[in-house]
């Protein structure tokens, strides 16, 4: 299954950075961004990740709540959320159980992809977008939507 726009947001519970469990719906109420990506530490993804960290007042400001979704480990995140000083959840989907359950499509068919939902405060997915290649792309579609309400 893929989700989609307009869909319901699939519910999961993972494990943060700091190893507690975040649980999607008790984040209702409020916007949340959730990005997939491939990996902790390698260029792309350090790349996207601190331009969410870099424009995180700006979601923080508009009431936003991001997650970062790779199949890394709790571990693997603190050390990543440490270097790059990320002020945000990054979580372990060390399974890919809820890369699956979002139907994040692989890249060139190998690789992990790298697509974002932003999710409105009734749990709903209002805008989904993909680009493996352009991942500073990624922060400014998801402000633009939660913007345009």
């Known amino acids: 299954m893929t ?40 260029p792309g993804c350090t790349v996207e990740s601190c331009a969410f960290r870099d424009a995180h007042e700006a979601f923080t400001d508009a009431g ?4 970062g979704i790779s199949s890394d ?40 992809g790298r697509v974002t939902y932003v999710i409105d405060p009734a749990g709903v997915v209002r805008r989904v977008f993909s680009s493996q290649f352009k991942p500073k792309k990624h922060i400014d579609e998801a402000l633009a939507t939660i913007a345009a309400g």
């Open 73 to 112: 480990d709790v571990a693997s995140h603190r050390a990543f959320a440490d270097k790059h000083h990320l002020p945000f959840t990054l979580l372990a989907d060390t399974d890919g159980a809820v890369r699956r359950a979002f139907g994040v499509p692989k890249t060139l068919g190998l690789l992990p």
């Open 64 to 67: 936003v709540r991001v997650l």
């Open 3 to 42: 989700v989609t726009e307009n869909s319901p947001a699939p519910d999961f519970t993972l494990a943060d950075q700091d190893g507690v469990s975040l649980t999607l719906s008790s984040l209702r109420g409020q916007w949340v961004v959730v990005y997939f990506y491939p990996k902790d530490d390698t």
